[in-house]
């Protein structure tokens, strides 16, 4: 199989990639299980956005704070500067962000975030622009869209990557000659036993880019993201109570009924306090009370949540839900240049499973789904001019790059699944006990 370009992974990172990308190019859009099976789809909160030139200095200066001032400065300024840009793109695909009665947007607060800043559809944001991302790149006739498709290696030679090796939804291997690959495969819940990440998602780039000698960046970063409904089911995914909550009022108590916290803290420390109070209380969960959102706004920005929990057998609106930390974000990841290029020539990798230093050590909340979209346009342009710069041939076939393949490795699935999340962990673990030392 050949194509132009690869973009593994269907998330918004991908799909708004794959929308800037030449129209002249053919595009193979792959994702591991189905397109509505991402983590885009199921961000809640909202997309942060630049409101004026005032409020620049305040949002640069909490996003720092949060990460710990660990992050990339020059990173976090192209964030910033492209947040307006990034949200007329999505609105001139369909997207539809809550606005007040005279027509302008309507913006909401989180946790860590000085001012309201960020643009929200309900509380399920994320699927809204994964949604309309989809439906705009389903209509663009130089992309095909494979379902159920796997990333099982990348084929490289002399540090440039030239494709990639395929598992298909029948199970046999195939292989695509590509001049340039963008990986776009989403975070790494599906090593934690209690995440609010898909099952599917598991760090399988993390562990390739490694195999190829591919740098890495900050890889023991994980966010746990302090609120998600309390299950005793061990195999349920863990259910997100948006920060959006808190920014709007929602309060948490121990098991006594009484505040124990500043709700609007950054996540890792909210987490921290969480434990703790826990630990106090020899309890597996904190309450989190809704009931001080007014019932309207409760019901018109939160609809999913009280929806999903009235299925669970809580009703937000006359008594407090049980929440508990669970693992949410991967801030570290394959590392990239401003342009999304990673240490191999002709890969990038964009969105949760690239790490450009935007987040530091601790995300602030609702910056994931503008840093994907930024860097993912990024992408694109360079992929585009650098076309420009330099045409490549059409194809390979005077080498034996691809004919030398030897699929035998990739026979056994279980065996590289479970080689893939044995070097994830590895490698996550020997960073974090590297960081720890220091």
Same mark, same amino acid.
């Given at each position: 199989m050949k194509t132009d370009i690869l973009v593994v992974g269907s998330g918004c990172s991908g799909l708004f990639c794959a929308l800037h990308l030449p129209k002249d190019r053919h595009i193979l859009v792959i994702t591991k299980s189905d397109v509505e099976s991402s983590d885009s789809y199921l961000a809640q909160?909202?997309?942060?956005? %630049?409101?004026?030139?005032?409020?620049?200095?305040?949002?640069?200066?909490?996003?720092?704070?949060a990460g710990h001032y660990e992050n990339d400065k020059q990173s976090v300024e192209i964030m910033i500067r492209s947040s307006q840009d990034v949200i007329k793109d999505l609105i001139s695909c369909g997207v539809d962000f809550q606005k007040k009665e005279d027509g302008s947007f309507s913006f909401t607060k989180e946790g860590a975030h000085s001012n309201k800043r960020i643009l929200f559809h309900e509380d399920l944001t994320g699927k809204e622009i994964t949604e309309k991302l989809y439906r705009t790149?389903?209509?663009?006739?130089?992309?095909?869209?494979?379902?159920?498709?796997?990333?099982?290696?990348?084929?490289?030679?002399?540090?440039?990557c030239y494709g990639a090796v395929l598992r298909k939804c029948d199970g046999s291997l195939e292989t695509v000659e590509a001049d340039y690959t963008v990986l776009a495969t989403g975070g790494i819940g599906g090593l934690f036993p209690f995440s609010t990440n898909f099952p599917h998602l598991?760090?399988?780039?993390?562990?390739?880019?490694?195999?190829?000698?591919?740098? %890495?960046?900050?890889?023991s970063y994980i966010q746990i993201h302090p609120?998600?409904?309390?299950?005793?089911?061990?195999?349920?995914?863990?259910?997100?109570?948006?920060?959006?909550?808190?920014?709007?009022?929602?309060? %948490?108590?121990?098991?006594?009924?009484?505040?124990?916290?500043?709700?609007?803290?950054?996540?890792?420390?909210?987490?921290?306090?969480?434990?703790?109070?826990?630990?106090?209380?020899?309890?597996?969960?904190?309450?989190?009370?809704?009931?001080t959102i007014p019932e309207k706004e409760l019901k018109t920005h939160? +609809?999913?949540?009280?929806?999903?929990?009235?299925?669970?057998?809580?009703?937000?609106?006359?008594?407090?839900? +049980?929440?508990? +930390?669970?693992?949410?974000?991967?801030m570290g990841g394959i590392k990239v240049n401003k342009e999304s290029m990673t240490?191999?020539?002709?890969?990038?990798?964009?969105?949760?499973?690239?790490?450009?230093?935007?987040?530091?050590?601790?995300?602030l909340a609702s910056n994931s789904l503008l840093e994907s979209l930024v860097f993912a346009?990024?992408?694109?342009?360079?992929?585009?001019?650098?076309?420009?710069r330099s045409p490549l041939k059409e194809s390979y076939e005077d080498t034996e790059l691809f004919d030398n393949v030897d699929f035998s490795q990739y026979c056994d699935t279980e065996k590289i699944k479970k080689d893939y999340h044995e070097t994830a962990w590895r490698?996550?673990?020997?960073?974090?006990?590297?960081?720890?030392?220091?």
């Open positions: 909160g909202g997309i942060c956005m %630049l409101r004026n030139e005032a409020d620049y200095a305040p949002y640069f200066e909490d996003t720092m704070r790149v389903k209509t663009l006739e130089n992309v095909t869209i494979l379902e159920n498709t796997t990333l099982v290696d990348i084929v490289s030679d002399e540090n440039a598991t760090g399988d780039a993390i562990a390739i880019a490694a195999k190829h000698g591919v740098e %890495l960046k900050d890889v609120t998600t409904l309390y299950t005793k089911d061990k195999e349920e995914r863990s259910f997100l109570i948006s920060e959006s909550v808190r920014g709007e009022g929602a309060k %948490l108590y121990g098991k006594d009924g009484r505040r124990f916290v500043n709700e609007l803290l950054p996540r890792d420390l909210l987490t921290e306090a969480i434990r703790r109070q826990m630990e106090i209380d020899h309890t597996e969960f904190v309450w989190e009370d809704l009931r939160f +609809p999913n949540i009280v929806q999903h929990c009235l299925e669970k057998g809580y009703d937000v609106t006359k008594e407090c839900i +049980p929440v508990v +930390p669970a693992q949410h974000y991967f240490s191999m020539e002709r890969l990038y990798a964009v969105g949760e499973t690239a790490c450009n230093g935007v987040h530091g050590k601790n995300r346009k990024r992408a694109a342009k360079d992929i585009a001019a650098a076309y420009v490698i996550i673990e020997e960073e974090r006990k590297l960081k720890n030392a220091v």
